[in-house]
């Protein structure tokens, strides 16, 4: 083995993949010289402008760490502390964020809905509300949409419209968990305003690190009210970067020739070849709909530990139990799925 090849490229999370190069030239352009600290330089400006116009709004947008905080910082401004925040059982929020929307929201708790492949049942809101609205329970306040899901399915916007006029009606907000955000507006070929603010979304987290960014997501307020001293929560929350241009370049990069949705379109596609590469294999079932980048697979034990041992790194815990997740990045190769569906391909086929 040649120890100067990079290491491979995986299937485990979009995560692992490095930063594209749209990102990493805006951040080494964004080196050049000195400029001013803690977000009121030209490239934080240019960012949210650009954001603005993808967006055809005039929205407040901050940037953030990670999507623990953009999630856990912007559920606490739209909250107090005896609200509650419904969302799918699987969703981020309440699976892996270890509690931080509770904590930054002073124990604002989140319940949890049910529905199928990742989607919240919209009926399950109004059940949720309306069990319970005694002075003893957690008043709901906030509704919280992952787009795309957890498992890679999208809500349509239809879909998007009938659960935000469902969370009004109950005199709720709209949350919008969009680390794969783009992966979303790629597979539905719709414009991001109407997947937002025109369907009822409050804020949205839009994701910059899977979808090709080193680091860091994007707070958009569409209800600019809800945005008041969101800077103080930020700085409090410890997510105030002081050399901020390193976090907002990346995003001009990303946005200003279209970069974001060509590799989330990409790493969507990619996700396709690998179902139809591996969905017909004997053993392997495709388990939820492949929607964008990612294909969830139901493995044997046996299967599982094999493509491990070929050195096939993968998580098995984000759906329910048996269920491999393969997700797709910006620069998956066809290779890649060739390879990965060969070494599978053997192996289920002799067990
Ligand atoms: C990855 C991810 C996040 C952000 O996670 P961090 O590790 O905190 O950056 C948020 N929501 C969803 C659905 C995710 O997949």
Redesign the pocket.
């Known amino acids: 083995m040649n120890s100067d090849l990079p290491p491979r490229r995986q299937f485990a999370?979009d995560?692992y993949a490095g930063i594209c190069p749209e990102a990493f030239a805006a951040m080494a352009e964004a080196n050049r010289g000195h400029e001013v600290s803690y977000g009121d330089d030209t490239w934080t400006e240019k960012a949210s402008n650009l954001i603005r116009e993808i967006f055809e709004t005039h929205c407040e947008v901050f940037f953030v760490f990670?999507?623990?905080?953009?999630?856990s910082l912007s559920l606490a401004s739209l909250c107090q502390s005896y609200h509650s925040t419904l969302c799918h059982e699987l969703?981020?929020?309440e699976a892996?964020?270890c509690g931080a929307p509770e904590f930054f929201a002073n124990g604002a708790k989140l319940l949890l809905l049910p529905g199928d492949h990742g989607k919240i049942d919209p009926g399950a809101i109004e059940r949720a509300v309306h069990r319970r609205t005694d002075i003893h329970y957690p008043k709901p306040r906030v509704l919280s949409l992952?787009q795309a899901?957890?498992l890679g399915t999208v809500y349509s916007l239809d879909e998007v419209r009938a659960l935000s006029e469902a969370a009004r009606r109950c005199d709720m907000r709209v949350h919008m968990?969009g680390?794969?955000f783009a992966n979303a507006v790629a597979a539905l070929g719709v414009a991001p305003r109407e997947m937002t603010w025109q369907a009822g979304v409050d804020v949205l987290?839009f994701?910059g690190?899977?979808n090709g960014i080193a680091?860091g997501?994007a707070v958009v307020f569409f209800n600019r009210e809800l945005a008041r001293e969101f800077d103080y929560r930020c700085k409090q929350g410890g997510q105030l970067a002081s050399k901020m241009r390193f976090l907002s370049a990346p995003w001009v990069g990303m946005l200003q020739d279209g970069a974001w949705l060509r590799y989330a379109a990409h790493g969507n596609t990619m996700a396709r070849k690998l179902e139809a590469a591996i969905g017909r294999l004997p053993g392997v079932e495709i388990a939820h709909p492949v929607q964008t980048n990612v294909v969830f697979a139901r493995l044997t034990d046996a299967v599982v530990q094999g493509m491990h041992q070929r050195g096939w790194k993968f998580y098995n815990h984000v759906g329910a139990e048996g269920e491999a997740r393969l997700m797709c990045s910006w620069d998956t190769t066809a290779g890649d799925v060739e390879a990965f569906a060969a070494d599978l391909g053997e192996l289920a086929g002799k067990a």
Do not use: F, Q, Y
């Open positions: 999370s995560n990670n999507g623990t905080a953009a999630n969703a981020h929020v892996a964020e992952t899901t957890e968990d680390a794969r987290c994701g690190s899977k680091l997501e």
